[in-house]
């Protein structure tokens, strides 16, 4: 049996919008102890992810969100395999992949999240070919 997106993924999910700011997101990573945050519009679709990352640079707190905002933001539907989003990852060299369903936004998975399921199952290296 394959693990499923559902089963990892964090939530609650926090999201943010465009209009809010730098010392929102930072707040709201802080208390809840994540390091990234889906940037959702009006009818809770995708609209961009801020991660601690953009939120290094000397930032003014009155900064609005879409001025760091990274717009393109990959996703994956919560009912895929957990290899999925890992390839996506892996592929688009990102640790954060927004969970979705019918495209609104239901969760977050983080690469941790997948070493967490490798860990749980005692993942065990297949020797090389010789």
């Given at each position: 049996m394959s693990a499923k997106i559902s089963d990892l993924m964090q939530t609650p999910v926090f999201t943010l919008q465009r209009h809010h700011t730098v010392a929102r997101a930072?707040?709201?990573?802080?208390?809840h102890a994540i390091s990234a945050v889906p940037i959702v519009g009006p009818e809770?679709?995708?609209?961009?992810?801020?991660?601690?990352?953009?939120?290094?640079?000397?930032?003014k707190d009155a900064t609005?969100?879409?001025?760091?905002?990274?717009?393109?933001?990959?996703?994956?539907?919560?009912?895929?395999?957990?290899?999925?989003?890992?390839?996506?990852?892996?592929?688009h060299g990102v640790h954060h992949v927004v969970v979705?369903?019918?495209?609104?936004?239901?969760?977050?998975?983080?690469?941790?999240?997948?070493?967490?399921?490798?860990e749980n199952h005692r993942f065990v290296m297949k020797p090389g070919a010789k």
């Open positions: 930072r707040k709201l990573m802080q208390e809770d679709e995708l609209a961009g992810i801020v991660s601690k990352t953009d939120l290094l640079a000397d930032l609005p969100l879409s001025n760091i905002m990274a717009e393109h933001t990959w996703s994956v539907p919560q009912y895929n395999d957990a290899h999925v989003a890992a390839r996506v990852m892996r592929k979705t369903h019918e495209k609104k936004v239901v969760g977050v998975i983080s690469a941790m999240d997948l070493l967490q399921l490798v």
